[in-house]
């Protein structure tokens, strides 16, 4: 930028702009038919192939491709693609998906009871949170959306703070000011849910350039929805991220529907994922229900962010099988086989349970 601004300046008292075409010529010093542009706005080659002028489309050949460590019944892709994880580690990420599944149902339930005001379950999305918070270190700081209480019980958030805070009670930290499961904690570095979708994308760019002028060795995940990602927020995060080179990691969670609004109403292209490049975003899809190729996806991208101050974009594909929340009946929108499915054939508890029965012969 100080350089653009130099040759700004040169150019308006002078008219003698310094700028060597020299890009535009061959070796000889003829006319290259490779010549690369010189447009300020993009970093192409021109091209007489109108076909190589094209961006990828969702007509491609099957889009941007999934990355995942094992398959539906725990079995892995390539046996030293195994990331060795200590048996304390590996079995308290079983732990705590179960323990989210559970407390899902309990507070579920409460709601249906009128004991609380409005729930939203995790079910069917574990391995989202558990995979994610496992990769990331303490002093991380998280910008959730509304789905991710795993993040919190991995970083130690008990039961009764849960409690306090779905419940509202006086020992709730905000004193019943919040809807349910906005959770918050200034103690676990997880700042506080906010309702309106998608306000929490551009200030987690904002608190990772923070970090990166404070040189704290920390970066910034900020997870959030397909739904979400049709937000112009996203847009403007995205961009001031990597404009900025904000140490962050944007963490979607595409679960096929925004409350009632499937994929494909909401785009055209493959998926979230594939916006990645048009930033100049370092991106990769990942099968959300393995929680061992999330955690691998988000400890890289974590290097990337803390090593090198760049955002990184992922896409975890998983599934909903829990109605968007108290207030939404799914049936009116996805069929019961279709839900089935997903709840009894792939599901990222069952699946990393066969893992571990494999590989530590207990879950």
């Not at 995205?238 to 969670?253: E, H």
């Not at 994929?263 to 099968?287: C, F, K, L, M």
């Not at 996805?334 to 709840?343: G, K, L």
Request: aromatic share 10%.
């Amino acid at each position: 930028l100080t350089m653009l601004r130099l040759c700004r300046f040169s150019f308006r008292k002078t008219r003698a702009w310094a700028f060597s075409p020299t890009r535009l010529l061959s070796s000889s010093g003829e006319p290259s038919g490779h010549e690369q542009s010189l447009y300020p706005g993009s970093k192409s080659r021109f091209s007489a192939d109108i076909a190589q002028c094209r961006p990828l489309t969702s007509d491609g050949d099957g889009g941007v491709s999934l990355y995942r460590v094992m398959d539906r019944l725990g079995q892995l892709l390539n046996p030293e693609q195994d990331l060795n994880l200590s048996e304390e580690t590996l079995l308290k990420m079983h732990k705590t998906m179960m323990l989210l599944n559970t407390a899902d149902k309990i507070l579920y339930d409460a709601q249906r009871q009128g004991r609380i005001s409005f729930y939203m379950t995790s079910f069917g999305e574990e391995a989202t949170h558990i995979g994610s918070a496992s990769a990331l270190n303490s002093n991380d700081l998280v910008y959730a959306q509304y789905r991710e209480a795993g993040v919190l019980l991995w970083r130690g958030y008990t039961l009764d703070e849960m409690m306090n805070q779905c419940y509202g009670n006086h020992l709730d930290p905000a004193k019943g000011r919040q809807m349910p499961v906005h959770y918050g904690s200034k103690e676990l570095n997880y700042h506080t849910i906010s309702s309106p979708l998608a306000t929490q994308m551009p200030q987690a760019p904002g608190a990772a350039y923070a970090l990166k002028r404070a040189q704290a060795g920390a970066c910034v995940i900020c997870y959030f929805g397909d739904g979400a990602a049709s937000e112009g927020d996203a847009h403007a995060a995205m961009n001031f991220a990597a404009t900025l080179d904000c140490p962050v990691i944007f963490f979607c969670r595409n679960n096929g529907y925004a409350i009632s609004t499937p994929t494909e109403d909401q785009y055209r292209g493959d998926g979230i994922v594939a916006r990645g490049p048009g930033y100049g975003i370092d991106s990769v899809r990942v099968d959300g229900n393995d929680v061992l190729a999330v955690y691998d996806v988000v400890r890289a991208a974590r290097e990337i962010c803390v090593k090198m101050n760049k955002p990184v974009l992922i896409e975890a594909m998983t599934y909903r099988v829990g109605h968007h929340s108290t207030s939404d009946d799914s049936s009116a929108y996805r069929s019961i086989d279709e839900v089935s499915y997903w709840d009894r054939e792939d599901h990222p508890i069952s699946r990393f349970a066969h893992y571990l029965k494999q590989k530590i012969g207990r879950a």
